[in-house]
């Protein structure tokens, strides 16, 4: 690089050089109708303004080519973290996608686990409610079994007062003094044949 500068310094030269002789060699030539004090002036000017490249070229060529190198490598660098940013981001962005895709099927694996868990509690109440069902059958089906058996064992009971009371009606209207006297013969005859 530093070979290169150089030549173009060196060849940035040679041009003023070649110029120089130009205007030299007609100045020599004598027959011109430029003014001598005019060639001096322009030689003058050439010379100053070849050294005043000259001095810039050598002084600022350093800091002019560290600076576009530098703004070059900065630009390389933000271009890479622009990259390296832009690989992220389509990374996210993929990541999120896939999430995304995940969301869904999350969804329906929660919809269905929330149908199987209404599922499973309705069979569970069907199947308490029938157990209940039938725990209030059977206590019916005893409550009314033991209130039968009530009312039989009272039916009995009025059957049997009534049929006593009909029987002493019967007795009343029916016994003659000849029969009553008899059962209280019949009646010492079993005391007696008791002991």
Do not use: C
Request: proline share 2%; no cysteine.
């Amino acid at each position: 690089m530093k070979n290169v500068s150089w030549k173009k310094t060196g060849v940035s030269a040679l041009s003023a050089l070649v110029v120089l002789a130009f205007a030299a060699a007609a100045y020599a030539s004598g027959d011109s109708a430029i003014p001598r004090e005019k060639w001096l002036d322009l030689l003058w000017r050439t010379t100053n303004f070849a050294g005043l490249v000259f001095i810039l070229v050598f002084f600022l060529k350093k800091p002019f080519a560290d600076g576009l190198r530098n703004r070059r490598e900065g630009i390389k660098d933000q271009l890479e973290a622009l990259e390296s940013r832009k690989a992220e981001a389509e990374l996210l962005y993929k990541e999120a996608e896939g999430k995304l895709a995940r969301l869904d099927e999350e969804v329906n694996a929660i919809i269905t686990e929330a149908v199987h868990q209404g599922e499973a509690e309705k069979a569970k109440i069907i199947t308490e409610a029938e157990r209940n069902a039938g725990d209030i059958k059977r206590q019916a089906e005893m409550a009314v079994a033991h209130e039968l058996a009530e009312a039989k064992s009272r039916l009995k009971a009025e059957v049997a007062e009534q049929a006593v009371l009909l029987a002493a009606e019967l007795i009343k209207k029916n016994i003659q003094p000849a029969d009553q006297s008899r059962m209280v013969e019949l009646s010492l005859e079993k005391v007696g044949g008791i002991q």
